[in-house]
């Protein structure tokens, strides 16, 4: 399996500002995905972060809003941009090692 | 639209009960049946099912799949208060894509 960390675990933001969260892990990896977990609720795909290329989004999510990039085989980010409280959420990475899919420790956002 | 619903939403049991969680899929290009734990952030990998029928087993935990019927269960004996979480299923389709069910919250009582 593969070992995943994300910066920040945690931040607490003003609405109308933008975060940007890290995802590192420790061994290059063919596919990178985003996704969110809003309270209450279960995961749901934002993005699979693509290398050298733009990010393939999932229905109802959008560049502009959640820019994301992926320079290399082992680190993408993703952006919060212009941020309002219904993006309280945390912001999962995950990585495929063989055929299964491993989540990183998550980000929790509040926006106030 | 793909669609993943897990049962029951909700559980609460005893030490020592054991319990069964279901899960019922409808996806495009199915590939695999995930199972997740989930106590605080980041879910935990249990197990992944390819294969109807054939059960794949860790300690206390597993879990079968019927690519006929659509359908998955995990089952875990002798449940202890460590096993509280929200267990979480999801359907993995083409170019690795997960689709979650709501999850099931378990809560062992001692």
């Known amino acids: 399996s593969a070992v995943i960390s994300q910066k920040p675990s945690r931040d607490i933001c003003q609405r109308g500002t933008s975060l940007t969260i890290q995802c590192q892990v420790d061994s290059q990896v063919t596919m990178m995905f985003w996704y969110r977990q809003q309270p209450g609720q279960s995961l749901t795909l934002i993005a699979t972060?693509?290398?050298?290329?733009?990010?393939?989004?999932e229905s109802g999510f959008v560049i502009d809003k959640f820019p994301i990039s992926r320079p290399n085989l082992t680190f993408s980010t993703l952006t919060v941009s212009n941020m309002s409280p219904e993006d309280s959420s945390i912001y999962l990475c995950s990585v495929t090692s063989g055929e299964t899919q491993y989540f990183g420790p998550g980000t929790r956002l509040l926006v106030l | 639209e793909d669609k993943v619903v897990q049962s029951p939403l909700s559980l609460v049991v005893h030490e020592g009960d054991t319990v069964t969680l279901n899960c019922s899929y409808e996806v495009t290009n199915f590939r695999s049946l995930l199972w997740y734990k989930q106590e605080k952030k980041a879910p935990t990998f249990l197990f992944m099912l390819t294969s109807s029928g054939i059960e794949k087993k860790s300690g206390r935990l597993s879990s079968i799949l019927d690519k006929k019927e659509l359908f998955s269960i995990l089952n875990i004996t002798a449940t202890q208060t460590g096993d509280s979480a929200v267990y979480l299923c999801?359907?993995?389709?083409?170019?690795?894509?997960?689709?979650f069910g709501e999850g099931t919250q378990l809560t062992v009582n001692p």
């Open positions: 999801a359907a993995q389709t083409s170019g690795s894509r997960l689709t």
């Open positions: 972060a693509n290398q050298g290329s733009e990010a393939t989004y």
